[in-house]
Structures are given as structure tokens and as C-alpha cells.
């Protein structure tokens, strides 16, 4: 059961932390940060390590707050990994909660006449082959459709990632006559909630990883990873207490104002409470747009680069609407939506009902559903969000014209990741700086992945690499 009313404290603070150098200060405690930090220590038994996070629990953007009224949490959005995200698996397994993600085998899509189709593999076929069939039984494609689909989707494949680059997904599925039906029942779907941003504006390069990673490389690579219990439990309790064993100083609530860039080659974190520690290494782990301002106040003009490119990123937001239901209306565990704002339905009923505080009664349902790139949405008022969403579901399952609302939350990520437009990657640092010692981590660097859990653990990992390399 979590427990979610500990005190904020450092949980491995040293008593001589004012005076004796750190061997590597990580500032960000998201996933990049905790994945630099186990990976720092795994490569470095007794360095000194401290990871350093601004909010009040570890976890960043994967995190969930806690509902006043019952003391549960809440997530703030939804976070969803592939079966091809191998980093994101390994790291689960390194905190110690290997069950902590169920692995959905197929690709649930339902239409507003309440049929559904799944993508699902055949057995002993090797991939691509083993979802021809699926694909080719979708009953909300024509038979047209599917063969220009499974056109769009080879040629995609087939072409070399530097040919794409700098192209729009709409520019490149209009030229490679994709019908507006595959469109809004395929491409959308698909692309929209995995670069989280419309067809418009993302690079047909990013489109392209992402099929070529989940549907063509191997037969497990488009299972969902969906997570089993709260993001909060996971990734700040869970992960705290790895990090406590691994006997890394965690400090929370904990900003960093500047990087100061001293002649000795070390550097002198300035925070918000007024404190400062010193660190021979520092591995920067946070967003993008709060990355900028950290590296500014280095005043090494070297930066700029990476300043300028990071001021350059756009954000792209995410709204997840939870609602908690006196009856179940939803069968599947998971599904998209097709033809409606709501896009993807997760049944989150097991893991609330498991919270202490949880209202969801017996019989009962809870629902977390989400709308990527909801640009549109997040200019609304709480209460249209709320009746465009329960709409959809009407329209969709009809036992939920008879279902009353117990409990409900809107939470809109209004910079839940960059969006990955055209030239994008172009701009996106790696994890080496000019100034020596200083290193950078996060999902908006570049990983070889888009903004997701998988890219922001890479990044991590990458970063603490790096310094485990310097002298």
C-alpha cells in the first residue's frame, strides 16, 4: 500500500555535505535524473552522488499528486511505454518493481458504433509479417484503404531516416497517397499520442522510428506497457527508496537557481533556500525549459548553442481527464477512440482500488482518458472538457448514459513534451558540453527517441556514462 504522507526530507543527507565536494551533483530528479543517478552508481561504487529535484516528489512529468479529498494519487497524465522500450524495462527492473507495468499484446481501436478491432501478432511468423493479417481484418478501413495503407506503411520503412528529415508526416502521407480515412483512423491515432503533436507538425523522420521500432523490428515491439499502480508510488517512493539504498543523497523541494563554473574546475550550485554545494561533475536533468536558464547562468558563451537550441524547442500539451464511475461502461483495459476528441480510454480501476482513500465502489469504474496534443482542449474551461469527454464516451459505450460521475479530474501538461516539428532533431544536444565536467540529460536531448519515458531513461543513462568517462 503507499504510503504518500511522508515528510519531504533529504532522504541520505551527509553531515559534511557544506564542505566536501560531490563527485557528481544531478539536478532534476524526473527519470532522466534517477536513471544518471543508479547508473552513476553502478559504474562508480563510492563516488559521491547527490540528485537534486525542484518539486516536492521525485518523478517530474511521470509523477501524480495527491487528491485532497481522499489522500490518493492521482496521476498526472498518462504514461504508456512499448514493448520495444528496453531501457524503460531494465530500469523498472533496476528499482525494483519489475511488476510495476502489465504488457498489453495488442492494439485495441474502437469505433463510435461500438465495434472494435485489435492488432494482434499471428504466432511463429517473424516481423513485419506476423500483423499482416490484423491489419488486413480492421473493420474501419476499406479494402482500399488497408492496400494503401500497407503501401504507406513499407515505403515509410524502406526509406533511409535522412530523406525524411525536415518533412511534415501530413506533407509526406498526402504525397504518398494515403486516404483521408487512413488518416484520421491510423496515422492520427498512432503518431499523435506516441509524438504527442498533429500530423502538421511532426518530422516524418520521428513518424518513422517509431513504426520501424514497434511494428517491424521484432514481434513483441508494439506490446503496451501500461502502468500497474500509480506513477507516484513508482517513480518517487519506489525510486527513493533505490536510491536511498544505493546510498545517494536525494533532495527534494530543492531548486537550483545557478551553476557557477569555478577556476579549479568545479562548480558551485546556488538554491533557491540559499544554500550552495559544490560538485566536481554535474549532469543537468531537467526540462528544457528550465535548461536554458541553468546553462545561462554558467555565463560560459560556449553554451549559447545549446541555449539558443533549447529556446527554440515548442511545447506541445497533454490533457488526462480521470473520472470515477458508479459502474463499469468500458470492457477493454485499454483502447483507442477513432473519430472523437478522446483518444485513448485506460481502465485504472485495479490500481486505485488498491490506494487507501479510493472512492471507487464496488461495481464501480475508474477511467483515465487522455487527448495528446490537445492544443484545442487546453484552452477550455474544466467543466467543457468534462462534457466533450463524457460525450465521446456516450457516443462510444451507451451504458455510460446511464452512469453518474462520482468523482472527476482534469489535469492539462500544458509543456508535457517539445513538439517534434521538422528540423527538431537538428537542434536537440547531446550529452557531452563544451564545458568540461558538465553534462546533460533528458527526453528533449538528443536520444534517438522522441519524448517519452524510454528517451528520458536513455538520456540518463547516456549522461552518467559520460561522466564515468572523464578524468
Not at 29 to 48: F, H
Not at 115 to 130: D, M
Amino acid at each position: 500500500m503507499s504510503d504518500i504522507s511522508r515528510p519531504v526530507t533529504n532522504r541520505n543527507a551527509m553531515d559534511d555535505s557544506e564542505t566536501s565536494p560531490l563527485d557528481v551533483a544531478i539536478i532534476g530528479g524526473g527519470l532522466a535524473g534517477i536513471a544518471a543517478a543508479l547508473e552513476c552508481r553502478d559504474s562508480k561504487p563510492d563516488a559521491r552522488i547527490a540528485i537534486f529535484e525542484s518539486r516536492k516528489r521525485l518523478g517530474g512529468r511521470a509523477g501524480s499528486f495527491v487528491d485532497p479529498k481522499t489522500g490518493s494519487w492521482v496521476d498526472n497524465c498518462q504514461h504508456v511505454g512499448l514493448g520495444c522500450c528496453d531501457a524503460l524495462v531494465k530500469f523498472v527492473d533496476r528499482l525494483g518493481a519489475a511488476e510495476a507495468f502489465r504488457r498489453s499484446k495488442s492494439l485495441k481501436f474502437r469505433t463510435p458504433d461500438g465495434r472494435t478491432s485489435a492488432i494482434s501478432a499471428l504466432p511463429i511468423l517473424p516481423a513485419p509479417l506476423h500483423l499482416g493479417l490484423a491489419f488486413a481484418r480492421l473493420h474501419f478501413l476499406s479494402l482500399r484503404d488497408k492496400a494503401l495503407l500497407a503501401f504507406g506503411l513499407m515505403k515509410l520503412a524502406a526509406t533511409p531516416p535522412a530523406r525524411l528529415r525536415g518533412r511534415s508526416v501530413a506533407e509526406w502521407l498526402k504525397s504518398n497517397r494515403q486516404t483521408a480515412r487512413t488518416i484520421a483512423r491510423f496515422w492520427e491515432p498512432v503518431l499523435v499520442s506516441a509524438l504527442n503533436d498533429s500530423l502538421d507538425r511532426l518530422d516524418v523522420a520521428g513518424a518513422r522510428q517509431v513504426f520501424v521500432e514497434s511494428f517491424f523490428l521484432r514481434r513483441d515491439g508494439f506490446h503496451l506497457l501500461v502502468p500497474a499502480m500509480p506513477l507516484g508510488e513508482l517513480f518517487d517512493e519506489t525510486a527513493g527508496r533505490a536510491l536511498m539504498k544505493s546510498h545517494i543523497e536525494s533532495a527534494e523541494n530543492t531548486a537550483c537557481r545557478s551553476i557557477e563554473v569555478c577556476g579549479d574546475r568545479t562548480f558551485r550550485l546556488h538554491f533557491r533556500d540559499g544554500s550552495v554545494r559544490i560538485a566536481r561533475n554535474v549532469i543537468l536533468a531537467v526540462p528544457w525549459t528550465a535548461a536554458a536558464e541553468l546553462l545561462r547562468s554558467t555565463g560560459h558563451e560556449e553554451l549559447e548553442i545549446v541555449i539558443s537550441g533549447a529556446e527554440a524547442l515548442k511545447p506541445s500539451p497533454i490533457t488526462g481527464i480521470h473520472l470515477v464511475l458508479d459502474r463499469r461502461v468500458c470492457d477493454e483495459q485499454e483502447v483507442a477512440l477513432l473519430d472523437t476528441t478522446a483518444q485513448w480510454v485506460f481502465d485504472h480501476t485495479e490500481a486505485d482500488r488498491r490506494q487507501a482513500g479510493s472512492v471507487v465502489p464496488p461495481g464501480g469504474q475508474s477511467l483515465h482518458v487522455v487527448v495528446s496534443a490537445s492544443h484545442a482542449l487546453a484552452r477550455q474551461s474544466r467543466e467543457r472538457i468534462l462534457e466533450i469527454v463524457i460525450g465521446d464516451l456516450k457516443l462510444t459505450y451507451p451504458a455510460m448514459a446511464s452512469a453518474n460521475v462520482i468523482s472527476s479530474w482534469v489535469v492539462t501538461e500544458h509543456a508535457a513534451t517539445f513538439s517534434p516539428a521538422p528540423g527538431t532533431d537538428a537542434i536537440r544536444p547531446g550529452t557531452i558540453t563544451p564545458v568540461p565536467g558538465l553534462f546533460l540529460a533528458g527526453d528533449w536531448t538528443s536520444t534517438g527517441w522522441p519524448a517519452t519515458m524510454e528517451g528520458a531513461i536513455r538520456s540518463g543513462v547516456s549522461a552518467a556514462r559520460a561522466f564515468t568517462k572523464c578524468k
